[in-house]
Each structure stands twice: as C-alpha cells, then as structure tokens.
Nanobody, 122 residues
Framework: QVQLVESGGDLVQPGGSLRLSCVGSGFTLDSSAIGWFRQVPGKERERVSC????????NYADSVKGRFTISRDNAKNTVYLQMNSLKPEDTAVYYC???????????????WGQGTQVTVSS
C-alpha cells in the first residue's frame, strides 16, 4: 500500500518558519513525484509546490514563490516543504500527495496523506 504521512505543522507567528515533512511507506518514494497542497474551509484546494522523483524539477504557486522551498531526501523517503516568512493567509491544512508532473502543471494521482495543520497567527 502507498501511504504518506505529513508532519511538522504548528502554530507560528507571522514572519516565522516551519518545515513540513512527508514520509512515504509501502513504496520507494523516489519513484514518485510529490506535491504539497493546502486547503482551508470554504475554499478550493490549492497546489503549493511539486517536485519530481529525482528532485530535478520543482514548481511553486505564485503566492509562495520566494518564501517556500520544496526538497527531498530520497534516502530518508521524505519530501520537505520549508516555509519561511509565513503569513496569516498561509494558514491551512497541508497535504502531500503523489502527483503527475508534466512540463506544465501538477496533478494528484490519488495517494494522499492525512494532512498537518499550519496556523499563522499573532
């Protein structure tokens, strides 16, 4: 079974930083491109960032460019999302998922974690 588990969410002050982790089990994570998505009640799910299986290709939503960095350590079967300069509007449940990563776009392919809550508030 393909399983993904997110961790690292917390309550943080505006301007602070968090690093989220997405750990895969039941498969070798380096075989899959991975995306980070976020969702708040009443809003559509938003793609945050995606990374290819090798780490050689990445993309970011315009709202997080320059602040967030996606990376992976395939030896640890983990994908990270480093979030800096956090804003209240970054508050959401963050999910990771296996994705298809064409040259343009990033589409979930059906395997999701349970999510981790990020709250940015003063």
């Amino acid at each position: 079974q393909v399983q993904l588990v997110e961790s690292g969410g917390d309550l943080v002050q505006p301007g602070g930083s968090l690093r989220l982790s997405c750990v895969g089990s039941g498969f070798t994570l380096d075989s899959s491109a991975i995306g980070w998505f976020r969702q708040v009640p009443g809003k559509e799910r938003e793609r945050v960032s995606c990374i290819s299986s090798s780490g050689g290709r990445t993309n970011y939503a315009d709202s997080v460019k320059g602040r967030f960095t996606i990376s992976r350590d395939n030896a640890k079967n983990t994908v990270y999302l480093q979030m800096n300069s956090l804003k209240p509007e970054d508050t959401a449940v963050y999910y990771c998922a296996t994705v298809y990563l064409p040259l343009l776009g990033c589409s979930p392919r059906g395997s999701w974690g349970q999510g981790t809550q990020v709250t940015v508030s003063s």
